[in-house]
């Protein structure tokens, strides 16, 4: 059983276009992040959300933390080509080592 | 500032042997974490190094081992390599084990033939 359901899976759409990627749980988490990994890289950090109900925005991309604290939705506005990559919401685990427990992951691609 | 460094970037093995993964942490951080993503697939996590020694292990089983060095680095290594093993190999640090903002490296290429 997957701790974080990501959906979609895959995402193809329009350079313009809107789009919004959901990280289900049915677990409470402290906080969540969320990642971007491009071909041959390793995942870079976007945002981590720690308060119930609260919003971020990063230019064109809107992350907001459920108000359980149990799911997460990343938002991007007005797509573009360079936004294509995996995006990946995580958690982090409250034991002494900060461990990541990744969702299954959006491969999302923005086509010209 | 060096980032997370990682190396060899590829690598090709068969059944049976033994591959050594080198790993070193971003300017200041101490702590270092492995994980493992199949090809398209999430990143499990492995095990962390901390004080040279492994503080928290992942669903791995004792063929995957590390080690940490004095100067933060570390090292994974796996025995008796398996087809299941081909993955990109992911280390992760952070300025202490209790740090959020994890940075990765970007990863070798392990391939088992």
């Known amino acids: 059983t997957q701790l974080l359901e990501q959906s979609p899976q895959f995402l193809s759409i329009q350079e313009g276009e809107n789009l919004t990627v959901y990280c289900n749980s049915s677990s409470v988490f402290s906080s969540l992040q969320w990642y971007r990994q491009e071909p041959g890289e390793g995942p870079v950090l976007l945002v981590t959300?720690?308060?119930?109900?609260e919003v971020k925005k990063l230019k064109r991309l809107t992350f907001q933390f459920g108000d359980a604290r149990k799911d997460s939705s990343l938002h991007i506005t007005a797509a573009q080509p360079g936004d294509t990559g995996l995006y990946l919401c995580?958690?982090?685990?409250?034991?002494?080592?900060?461990?990541?427990?990744f969702g299954s992951g959006t491969q999302l691609t923005v086509l010209p | 500032d060096a980032g997370v460094t990682q190396s060899p970037t590829h690598l090709i093995k068969t059944r049976g042997q033994q591959v050594t993964l080198r790993c070193s942490p971003k300017?200041?951080?101490?702590?270092v974490s492995w994980y493992q993503q199949a090809l398209g697939q999430e990143p499990q996590f492995i095990f962390q190094y901390y004080e040279e020694e492994e503080r928290q292990r992942g669903n791995f089983p004792d063929r995957f081992s590390g080690h940490q060095f004095p100067n933060y680095s570390s090292e994974l290594n796996v025995n008796a390599l398996l087809l299941g093993d081909s993955a990109l190999y992911l280390c992760a640090s952070t300025i202490s084990p209790w740090g959020d903002t994890q940075y990765f490296g970007p990863g070798t290429r392990l391939t088992v033939l």
């Open positions: 995580a958690a982090i685990s409250s034991g002494s080592a900060r461990q990541l427990t």
């Open positions: 959300v720690v308060t119930g109900g």
């Open positions: 300017s200041g951080h101490d702590t």
